[in-house]
């Protein structure tokens, strides 16, 4: 949810603590936390607020003034975004037909662009200028060395705001840097009552199946249509025909389905175990009766299967060919 034009209910508190009156703004901030909880649209909103020239009592952004439309229209001459960039295959000028794949390192060269930035002064008179980088775990040794160097003689005026989902992949040393600042996590009451205000429809059922994350839930609600196709075809168990099956749960991508039947199997060892199922809260009675014919020992076969079916999810394979494969394999730890 880019350019979001508030900040979360779950946020408020932290939002006062670091608008309060007078305080002094770090020259790093690290927001980290588990991913789906808005800590990017938080970043964003907070650099926005920061960039305004006329923004509210409470902090917030006035979304009108040149600052706030230089910001919305990606153009804001104070601010700088590092997150992992798409990258061309062929890098002649013209050529036909050329592919992008997605990156996932910010690379050296991105902050080494940052000099020119830093040296600057702001547009702005005693106005500050902005670094987000999203998410912090993208950078690689040598990129993350590099923007060390800048946080070890931070320049005048410069706020570097660092979103982390995987804090434990940052070097210490920049963890030492910054001004910690562990982003909340909503309750199931508080995601709810934001989803039904939002009006996503099946919110319960989507929040468990995507581990407490609201946004991921209002982000991908698109997709519950084909996942209940997906938790149908699961229910059927033995009866299932991968041939059939395959097609349906890799028709977003081939990692989404099998994450998909790992969540399923999951649940049915949960039963199995005499534990609470944690995804699928609207299917407690098919997993159940697939849990009575399950075999055991099959079962936690088929989830080791599964977590090395994922590493591969990736690779250039026939996806609908090793799709089948992995349903077959779950069609056969059920006994007749």
């Known amino acids: 949810m880019s350019n979001i034009k508030y900040i979360y209910p779950w946020q408020s508190d932290i939002w006062q603590r670091l608008n309060q009156d007078g305080q002094r703004l770090p020259h790093a901030l690290l927001l980290h936390g588990r991913a789906g909880i808005g800590k990017y649209d938080f970043a964003r909103h907070f650099s926005q607020a920061l960039l305004c020239s006329n923004k509210s009592v409470d902090g917030n952004a006035c979304g009108v003034c040149s600052s706030c439309n230089w910001f919305n229209d ?3 001459p104070d601010f700088r975004l590092l997150s992992p960039e798409q990258e ?6 013209g050529a036909p037909a050329k592919k992008t794949k997605k990156k996932t390192q910010i690379s050296v060269a991105q902050v080494r662009e940052l000099n020119d930035f830093l040296s600057l002064s702001s547009h702005r008179s005693n106005g500050l200028r902005i670094v987000l980088i999203h998410p912090a775990e993208a950078l690689n040794l040598a990129s993350a060395n590099a923007l060390l160097k800048v946080l070890e003689e931070p320049a005048a005026g410069v706020v570097f705001i660092l979103v982390s989902h995987q804090m434990q992949r940052l070097l210490p040393t920049i963890i030492s840097r910054c001004h910690k600042i562990n982003m909340p996590v909503p309750d199931e009451k508080q995601s709810l009552a934001w989803l039904n205000a939002q009006g996503v429809d099946h919110a319960q059922q989507q929040l468990a199946y995507l581990e407490g994350s609201p946004i991921k839930v209002f982000i991908e609600q698109a997709q519950f249509k084909q996942r209940t196709e997906t938790w149908r075809l ?6 299932l025909e991968p041939h059939i099956a395959a097609p349906a749960l890799i028709a977003s991508s081939v990692e989404t389905g099998i994450i998909a039947i790992q969540k399923w199997i999951y649940d049915i060892v949960a039963i199995k175990l005499g534990q609470q199922i944690r995804y699928h809260l609207q299917y407690v009675n098919a997993l159940q009766a697939l849990a009575e014919k399950v075999n055991l020992g099959r079962l936690f076969e088929m989830q080791k299967k599964t977590n090395e079916y994922r590493k591969l999810a990736l690779h250039p394979l026939n996806h609908e060919l090793q799709m089948e ?10 006994q007749s």
């Open 74 to 76: 990606e153009s804001h």
């Open 88 to 93: 061309s295959e062929s890098e002649e000028e």
């Open 234 to 239: 699961l229910s059927l168990g033995r009866k």
């Open 325 to 334: 494969g992995l349903l077959l394999e779950y069609t056969k730890i059920f």
